[in-house]
């Protein structure tokens, strides 16, 4: 990677959400459409003025098209100006925010509108597992094995409670603490506090994976307006610009890979971020992680060096990725409650971090915070995305 | 669009491309490694000296996996670099080079890997078809009317037919001079010259087009390392310059067009990449465009300015775009008998353009030429892309 000295900024200037969760009431363009009209409101802008957009739809199995992103951009209103979509699996939106960035960052376009949208429920949930299933490798895993994104998620928990002794309990606190400000965030899927028992006397869906370790199935979207420097602070007076960006890939296979009790690709992309952004692990106030299952959480502890390796079940255990603690992590309700509706999910992240950092966050308001992360995770860190955001005011 | 005086300029300094065909030989990811070989023995680059990819590949349906970009930069070597998908449906490998572009452009990268991929034959022909129908709105066109891209294509040609009196054998006149051209080359899918005669004979497939005026379906791939100016000067002595790029998009439905005579978004993206090349029409030395119906190529020829609106008829019968005409256009074989493997149609085009401006297309070489024009088009004109490429040599 290069980091240039003079590279164009780029800051997020709106931000909107819908609300997560089983959306009959909204079709997936419907739900792209809320999202966007939040982003827009936000900041004051029409749909005349941006430029461009770039779309993230995860899984054309899912949308039942293999053009969501076109049907998208036309019914918001964006033709004729470009657009493409970016796929990546649950890392789709981060993918997208990427593009977007870049655009901006090149010269080529000023404002830029980031959509992701994911309609997950309207096939019924062992066909949507299924689904989402079909982005491991059909030749070397998925057929031979069957395995599920759970299988995968239950042998890298296996792997590290062997490892490092990590309980199952502390598997469940991730749990309980995302449902914690799931229950205080209005758009979470999940509402509901729980406890430790609760997630313990759970349904086993993989072992040690119960229902209540794994995040739900849900529809959604979330929408972000990307600007260049100087479009941004006429714009907003409170832009929130990227300050570094990282990405990496590894196998899709998991047989593959040397170790199971962490994601290398985290590590790979954080390295590239922290790099670009000049800083350390130390200095993020307040961050959203790929938490599809409570051992994800924990990984991404370690991975993203807010603790050392192995001790991410001590990390939760001391509380200290609560509000109140030195490194609050997913105080949204994260992807285990708030909810994972694929191509939104990290844009969603993304909206979190903006609400932060600009003080917006109400009850869940992390103090002071100026600068936040998003680590957004494709099936099993196959591509992993990490990007650094930070404010002057 | 704004165009910044001091972007950085990129170069493809690399380009390999598989044959396209009935690939009954390789997988798609193997595809994919062939072309990635041969681009980087083009330049005499390792896989190591690339810094990112973006990968193509259109249609989860035929790929049967959510994520097969991520099974091709992993087989072919590029793990931990970043990576990410596009898809657009038969526009995704602009969309990767739009992508990869923007990547250099902005200083992120500095050489990025494209590459293109599709493998559409292991499935029969009528459940292909039906899979790149999925491109369609389901709710508002696929599923009411069934309709097929060669239904979508037949309301293009009647419409023209009916307005400015555009004859079937024109039409097969577009037939015959991209088998001709493909008959030269060596990776072509149809190998065969053809007569009007035999298109006019040929199956009905949607009235008026026949089955010699619609493009296979075709396995294939294509991959381009694009570089930064400085480094693409050490690379190689042949740098191919971006000179413009434009995109444009439009509804996905048909019946919310104005005209069917034409492609706006194929105006609209030719506009975009003009006025950032700073040049127009008649500056085009050779073009290789979306013909993936013969009624595609002559509305290319009107939309992107070579003609007036309604002459394209008159300018195929004329051999206007044969080799030794004023404005040679698919003097590779085209969509329609080169093939069509969706995702790296794009990049195939950009392959093209590079070998014609490299002066290294043999006998179809079109003479001293300096700027060539891509366009590559998704479904029925939903996104449309336009690249302008030169070479200061």
């Known amino acids: 990677m290069t980091v240039r000295a003079k590279m164009r900024r780029v ?89 977007a960035w870049m655009s901006i960052a090149s010269g080529l376009h000023d404002v830029v509108l980031v959509v992701g949208a994911e309609k997950m429920t309207e096939i019924d949930t062992p066909q949507a597992i299924e689904y989402m299933g079909f982005a491991g490798d059909p030749l070397w895993e998925l057929r031979p094995t069957g395995i599920t994104d ?64 794994c995040s739900p199935i849900s529809d959604g979207a979330a929408a972000l307006i990307l600007a260049c420097e100087e479009r941004a602070k006429k714009i907003t007076e409170k832009p929130v610009y990227f300050l570094g960006l990282g990405a990496a890939t590894d196998t899709v296979t998991i047989f593959e890979r040397e170790d199971l009790t962490g994601l290398m690709a985290t590590r790979e992309a954080a390295k590239r971020a922290y790099a670009m952004a000049g800083i350390g692990p130390s200095d993020i106030d307040v961050a959203d992680v790929h938490d599809c299952f409570t051992i994800a959480e924990i990984m991404a502890y370690e991975d993203l060096g807010f603790c050392k390796k192995g001790e991410g079940g001590k990390f939760i255990e001391e509380k200290r990725s609560y509000l109140e603690g030195d490194k609050p992590v997913n105080v949204d309700g994260g992807l285990k409650a708030k909810g994972h509706p694929l191509g939104a999910t990290g844009v969603g992240m993304v909206y979190e971090i903006v609400k932060q950092l600009r003080g917006e966050a109400g009850p869940r308001q992390v103090k002071g915070a100026k600068i936040g992360l998003t680590h957004n995770v494709s099936r099993d860190g196959t591509h992993v995305f990490v990007q650094i955001l930070g404010v002057d005011f």
Chains 1, 2 share one sequence.
Do not use: W
């Open 11 to 99: 800051a997020v200037v709106g931000a909107g959400i819908t609300k997560y969760g089983k959306r009959t009431d909204a079709s997936l363009k419907e739900l792209a459409f809320e999202a966007v009209k939040k982003s827009l409101m936000d900041c004051g802008l029409e749909i005349s003025d941006i430029d461009a957009s770039v779309i993230s739809v995860a899984n054309q199995y899912l949308a039942q098209q293999t053009q969501p992103g076109a049907i998208i951009n036309s019914y918001i209103g964006m033709c004729p100006k470009p657009s493409f979509t970016t796929v990546d699996a649950c890392g789709s939106g981060s993918a997208a925010i990427r593009a």
């Open 150 to 213: 759970a299988g995968l998620y239950a042998m890298f928990a296996n792997a590290h409670m062997e490892k490092y002794g990590t309980t199952q309990e502390q598997l469940a606190l991730v749990a309980v603490k995302n449902h914690k400000y799931a229950a205080m965030n209005p758009i979470s899927h999940l509402k509901k506090e729980i406890t430790v028992e609760d997630v313990m006397k759970s349904k086993m869906v993989s072992y040690p994976l119960k229902l209540f370790d």
